[in-house]
């Protein structure tokens, strides 16, 4: 059953689970948190793509609008040992949902203030970051996402409605990724995330905790993808007009605390 059969095109819903709702708001204040009052440098030209670089130099991120694809665009966060030298790893997505970006990119910037008061590393040195792999994936687990062993040295891990995937290289023997997410069908996903070999495991941590977190997202119903709505919930909408919520009944899970440090 479509919830949102009975409701306008723009009015405003906030749904579960995040996998589905699509990427939601392509604002920039939304996605990066970071402070450009603080030496944080951003580039955002009327055209073409916007990026945002930490004041070593070392760390950067950018947004490149795709306008006539299917996505949105896409997002990539990327550290260089040196400045301007070369990508020491690299975080791709297309069409993550924004809440999620904001949670990684939180994370990201926790992790450079951490390591810009300290003598530590962890941004741009793997040794440095002892994060362990399970804290990544024991929060799908905890929600009762599916999980299947390969002889291929991966695992992949599947959310309850099949429509959510995490897959895991434990055995990386090359550069290829070392952890993929994706929401949809595996062969036509609505979004999907690649954290290449290096990327610190932490980072990972924060946008799986996102990913199933049980705190609903805003969206419009005309920005919700129409193939997932009858696996989506509808927690409450919000008739702007008259600026009233109204609560749909519908069964969820208890919500669980926002997303935040892994460690």
């Known amino acids: 059953m479509d919830p949102f059969t009975n409701l306008a095109p723009d009015q405003k819903a906030r749904v579960l689970p995040r996998h589905l709702a699509g990427p939601g708001p392509l604002d920039l204040p939304t996605v990066w948190p970071f402070p450009f009052d603080k030496h944080w440098s951003l580039h955002q030209p009327p055209e073409g793509a916007a990026s945002a670089t930490s004041p070593c130099l070392r760390l950067w991120t950018d947004f490149a609008p795709e306008p006539d ?6 997002w990539t966060i990327a550290a260089n040992s040196v400045p301007f030298g070369p990508q020491a790893w690299r975080i791709a997505d297309a069409s993550t949902p924004a809440e999620l970006l904001h949670d990684l990119h939180t994370e990201l910037l926790d992790l450079y203030r951490e390591d810009h008061h300290s003598d530590r590393d962890r941004l741009f040195a793997l040794d440095q970051d002892h994060t362990a792999p399970q804290e990544v994936y024991t929060p ?13 040295g991966t695992q992949i891990f599947r959310s309850p409605d099949a429509l959510g995937c995490v897959r895991h290289r434990y055995a990386a023997i090359d550069d290829r990724a070392t952890w993929v997410a ?5 062969s036509e996903p609505s979004w999907r995330a690649t954290f290449s070999h290096s990327a610190p495991t932490t980072l990972a941590a924060a946008f799986t905790a996102s990913l199933v977190s ?9 920005d919700v993808p129409a193939r997932f709505r009858d696996h989506l919930g509808v ?5 702007t007009a008259r600026r009233t919520t109204h609560s749909t009944p ?14």
Not at 140 to 152: C, E, F, N, Q
């Open 214 to 222: 049980t705190e609903p997202v805003h969206r419009t119903v005309q």
């Open 140 to 152: 799908l687990l905890v929600k009762g996402w599916g999980h299947t062993a390969k002889t291929d």
């Open 182 to 186: 994706y929401g949809g069908t595996p």
């Open 69 to 74: 694809s299917l996505h949105q665009g896409k």
């Open 235 to 239: 927690v409450s909408t919000t008739h």
């Open 250 to 263: 519908v069964a969820l899970p208890p919500t669980s605390p926002s997303p935040g440090r892994t460690r």
